[in-house]
């Protein structure tokens, strides 16, 4: 058996580890306009020419709106015992704001209740990206009464789904959907700039506090966390330049949020541009930007390898990209590289005010062939996820305070700007038919749970 060549064993982690998969709303629901459901900023954005690769969207996706209950049988059948999946804002509240719509509160607790029933553990993300469209026609993240919507969506949920839902995820990600959605304009909205980019970070700073306030207080029981984004960051040669830009591309994609929530303010003195975030504070935000969570999410899929360059904006760092330094990469372009995640989590587990941390998301994109008997051997991915367990392994054995792992994702989906040409699932999805296929993948990580 590989997990005995590699002498990795479930037992090694503890019995309080949690291993869990994660999907998220958008990327495999579908039925986007169903049963009185709201248009989000992607449903948006996936009808704009050139947004979306080979112009794909997601109207029926996994179509896991009407598969959810074979889904979660998979799930059940790898004895994959925790889920975290999201939920979509405009199917609870399609406008964003005032009505609720009851037929997206059923759907979540056919959902919650079907994991509950075959012993999975649901942990529900309540923020993974898709914004109420009509919330950006008033300014979507930029808009400061954002706290307030996402507050009042959050207590929606807290009262629909917390006398089930134990554990809660206040956010995924916000640097991705700030950066690549407010200041690149590659993602939802489309909007680009810093003027759009940084009220857009401190409002989703303000709102992962005001979330996490509002769970405590009415799940007071609950697991309260939010997720990031993390590269494990190298400079490309030791000279004093490379090493700060690097610095400063670490403070961006790995400090920007941590930090705030934990108290630290904004890595402004690494990165001076921040300061101009300034100008959408008001006094007594310093307190609400920070919240205990009892978990940190965090999120890792590869490294980045940056160099001084003068000609970057703000941030005078380019990342080399993985192609140009010969090394293995995935569909993504993103280097393989398992030991990413040792390196960001010794990094976290620095902050003395973290409590706890949990891998919410890791995974790899690889190109899947089906053989002629129908199976799909991912040697590839499967490496990767065993190599990067290993890794976890490693840094819990060093002291690292990790107690959960989540594999991305449960079946191939709608890989946001990508399209479905990346490949992540542990289950191939055959999109033509809808067919779930285990991939070898998830056969080892069924072998890896299940026989100790
Ligand atoms: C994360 C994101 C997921 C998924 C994954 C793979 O950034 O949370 O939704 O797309 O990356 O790219």
Redesign the pocket.
């Known amino acids: 058996m590989e997990q005995d060549e590699q002498g990795l064993k479930r037992d090694l982690f503890g019995k309080n580890f949690y291993w869990g998969i994660t999907t998220?709303a958008f990327?495999v629901e579908g039925s986007c306009d169903t049963d009185g459901k709201g248009a989000s900023i992607w449903d948006e954005f996936t009808k704009k020419k050139g947004a979306i690769k080979d112009a794909q969207h997601a109207n029926t996706a996994c179509d896991f709106y009407n598969t959810y209950e074979k889904d979660i049988e998979l799930i059940k059948q790898l004895g994959i015992p925790n889920f975290r999946f999201s939920i979509s804002w405009t199917r609870i509240m399609p406008s964003g704001t005032g009505a609720v719509n009851q037929q997206g509160i059923d759907f979540y607790n056919r959902v919650i209740d079907l994991c509950l029933q075959n012993n999975i553990e649901p942990w529900v993300t309540l923020y993974?990206w898709d914004l109420p469209h009509e919330l950006e026609l008033k300014g979507g993240w930029t808009n400061r009464t954002i706290v307030s919507w996402f507050s009042d969506y959050t207590k929606v949920c807290a009262q629909h789904f917390g006398d089930r839902v134990k554990n809660w995820i206040v956010m995924?990600?916000p640097m991705?959907f700030t950066g690549a959605g407010y200041f690149l304009g590659i993602h939802a909205p489309g909007r680009k700039g810093l003027k759009n980019f940084l009220p857009a970070i401190h409002h989703a700073v303000l709102c992962m506090a005001e979330g996490g306030r509002v769970l405590r207080r009415m799940v007071p029981l609950a697991q309260i966390g939010t997720t990031f984004?993390c590269a494990h960051v190298e400079p490309f040669s030791n000279k004093p330049r490379d090493v700060a830009a690097a610095a400063r591309a670490d403070a961006l994609f790995n400090r920007l949020f941590i930090e705030p929530v934990l108290g630290l303010g904004y890595p402004s003195k690494t990165v001076s541009i921040l300061k101009k975030i300034s100008k959408y504070q008001r006094p007594g935000d310093e307190g609400k930007m920070r919240f205990d969570f009892d978990f940190i999410g965090l999120?890792n899929?590869t490294r980045e390898v940056v160099k001084y360059s003068l000609f970057t904006p703000y941030l005078h760092a380019r990342l080399i990209k993985a192609e140009d330094r010969n090394v293995p990469i995935t569909t993504?372009r993103w280097e393989v590289y398992p030991p990413a995640i040792y390196h960001i989590l010794k990094k976290f587990n620095a902050y003395p005010e973290i409590r706890n941390i949990y891998i919410t998301?890791n995974g790899a994109a690889f190109p899947d062939a089906i053989s002629e008997n129908g199976e799909i051997h991912d040697k590839e991915r499967l490496e990767y996820l065993q190599e990067t367990v290993g890794h976890v392994l490693k840094a819990k054995n060093e002291g690292v305070n990790v107690n959960g792992y989540f594999i991305?994702t449960l079946t191939d989906n709608f890989?946001?700007a990508e399209g479905y040409h990346p490949r992540?699932g542990i289950i191939h999805v055959d999109f033509e038919t809808q067919k779930r296929t285990i991939k070898a993948s998830g056969k080892w990580y069924s072998n890896f749970l299940n026989h100790r």
């Open positions: 998220a990327q993974h995924n990600e991705v984004s999120q899929y993504m998301e991305w890989e946001w992540f």
